[in-house]
């Protein structure tokens, strides 16, 4: 029988598969990626959550996360594209910009 | 001709996910550990792999796997969002951004670094060591069946939660013109 402490262990499984992409990855758009698979993490567990428990308000924090997650993808590709316009690069380590 | 009309008819309704997903503990069970498989599977490729289109592609395995776990939790409107939203818009986005950028092989070749991927896959295990044995302490009584539907999920967002749902659109206009802001090309420079 299939509990909630599957999915949830599952949502944590990807959720670290997303963390260790986000601390091994340099190129700025894997970053980004990489945050796209931690919000898939989440969105699983609050919709696991939301079936088992018998309320509907995690499917609805899922459609706010979803939006949130459009939101910052569109504007953090911009940045990619300004980064490499500008520094002519998409190396997150060669971005010191803000260092000092 | 009788048996193709009901056929359909289970098809047209999600009654036939619902059919699939409540005929047994074991269907059940073995479409989750399937499912789970091919996200964490594909998740794993997307993280992996060096070239940003074959992440890209396997990153899209990996939120179709997420999007029928979705079904499996009968969460019909998400599971809907989820391939409508993020196969459909998001991850074209990065296609197309991946394709305008146009990186070239050199730049590729040095977005990995050894000591960082050892520390990075230790800390994960680490994070995964620590989750695992307090998630799996979590015992949900089972509820009633509430299915996801645009109907249920609709009537909510309109009612309880039309301030932040208008409140959205706000955000979804502040990051349209702030993409358009940053990445369009200055004229006087």
């Given at each position: 029988m299939i509990n909630l402490h599957h999915y949830?262990?599952?949502?944590?499984?990807?959720?670290?598969?997303?963390?260790?992409?986000?601390?091994?990855?340099?190129?700025?758009?894997?970053?980004?990626?990489?945050?796209?698979?931690?919000?898939?993490?989440?969105?699983?567990?609050?919709?696991?959550?939301s079936?088992?428990?018998?309320?509907?308000?995690?499917?609805?924090?899922?459609?706010?996360?979803m939006t949130v997650a459009a939101a910052e993808v569109s504007v953090g590709?911009?940045?990619?594209?300004l980064l490499v316009r500008h520094l002519k690069t998409l190396n997150a380590d060669e971005v010191r910009l803000l260092k000092w | 001709m009788w048996t193709i009309n009901k056929m359909f008819s289970i098809i047209g309704s999600h009654n036939f996910v619902i059919f699939f997903t409540t005929s047994g503990p074991h269907v059940e069970a073995c479409f989750f550990y399937l499912f789970t498989t091919v996200m964490l599977v594909a998740a794993i490729g997307a993280v992996a792999l060096r070239s940003p289109i074959y992440s890209l592609l396997s990153l899209l395995v990996s939120m179709f796997a997420v999007a029928a776990l979705f079904v499996l939790l009968h969460a019909f409107f998400v599971a809907a969002l989820q391939v409508l939203l993020y196969a459909g818009a998001i991850l074209v986005l990065f296609l197309f951004v991946i394709m305008l950028l146009n990186l070239n092989q050199q730049e590729l070749s040095r977005t990995r670094?050894?000591?960082?991927?050892?520390?990075?896959v230790g800390a994960g295990l680490v994070l995964l060591s620590v989750l695992v044995p307090i998630l799996r302490l979590t015992a949900a009584a089972p509820a009633p069946d509430t299915p996801g539907t645009i109907t249920a999920i609709g009537r909510l967002l309109f009612t309880q939660y039309l301030l932040p749902f208008e409140v959205t659109s706000l955000l979804l206009l502040a990051a349209i013109v702030g993409a358009v802001v940053l990445a369009k090309r200055r004229i006087d420079t």
């Open positions: 949830l262990v599952a949502s944590a499984a990807l959720f670290v598969i997303g963390f260790v992409g986000m601390v091994t990855r340099r190129n700025a758009i894997l970053l980004l990626l990489s945050i796209e698979i931690l919000f898939n993490a989440a969105n699983l567990a609050l919709v696991a959550a079936r088992y428990l018998g309320n509907l308000n995690g499917q609805i924090l899922v459609f706010f996360s590709l911009a940045i990619a594209i | 670094q050894h000591t960082l991927l050892v520390l990075g």
